[in-house]
T-cell receptor, first 115, second 108 residues
């Protein structure tokens, strides 16, 4: 069965802290994605990666960075957390660029609160 | 630019049909998707339709695509309380663009 896991379901951090969100998929997917979900705004793409050591900016990359050292793992890094980064963070993966109808598979999400 | 719009809320009685609507702007979309998000969970792919199709049926789910009007709908027949969730439509061009989500509430 397809599995995308995220390291934490809930996380509380202080302003200015460095935050790591980890995502692991066991489906040998090429593509991995980080989104944030906010009420009334839907999902917004932060960063994505089509291969190991590759990364592309999404729609809202400011304040975030990513790392993909291994195919199965995609990390989202908040260098200095701020209160406006309080959100639900969703990781997803998919097969190669031509995966078409198979869509993306999502992890359960990490609800991050920055105080 | 790319934009996908949905109404935010829908409330239906158990046993009735639900219709969730979505409009999109990019005519080069290849696939269009419906995802379901239950409380506290990630998104689950429900169904999808290729852009050259008008309709797709999968058990209680019917997807209608009007490519001319760039309108996508999801009909859930015999809606159950377990269908209560947020439903996202998404269009695929070179990446996935998600709508804002429609919260479906089913009451007895």
């Amino acid at each position: 069965d397809v599995k995308v896991t995220q390291s934490s379901r809930y996380l509380v951090k202080r302003t200015g802290e460095k935050v790591f969100l980890e995502c692991v998929q066991d489906m040998d997917h090429e593509n991995m994605f980080w989104y944030r979900q906010d009420p009334g705004l839907g999902l917004r793409l932060i960063y994505f990666s089509y291969d190991v050591k590759m990364k592309e900016k999404g729609d809202i990359p400011e304040g975030y960075s990513v790392s993909r050292e291994k195919k199965e793992r995609f990390s989202l890094i908040l260098e200095s957390a701020s209160t406006n980064q309080t959100s639900m963070y969703l990781c997803a993966s998919s097969l190669g660029r031509t995966s078409g109808g198979r869509g993306q598979y999502f992890g359960p999400g990490t609800r991050l609160t920055v105080t | 630019g790319e934009d996908v719009e949905q109404s935010l809320f829908l409330s239906v009685r158990e046993g009735d049909s639900s219709v969730i609507n979505c409009t999109y702007t990019d005519s080069s979309s290849t696939y269009l998707y419906w995802y379901k998000q239950e409380p506290g969970a990630g998104l689950q792919l429900l169904t999808y339709i290729f852009s050259n199709m008008d309709m797709k049926q999968d058990q209680r789910l019917t997807v209608l695509l009007n490519k001319k009007d760039k309108h996508l709908s999801l009909r859930i027949a015999d809606t159950q309380t377990g269908d209560s969730a947020i439903y996202f439509c998404a269009e695929r061009t070179d990446k996935l663009i998600f709508g804002t989500g429609t919260r479906l509430q089913v009451f007895p």
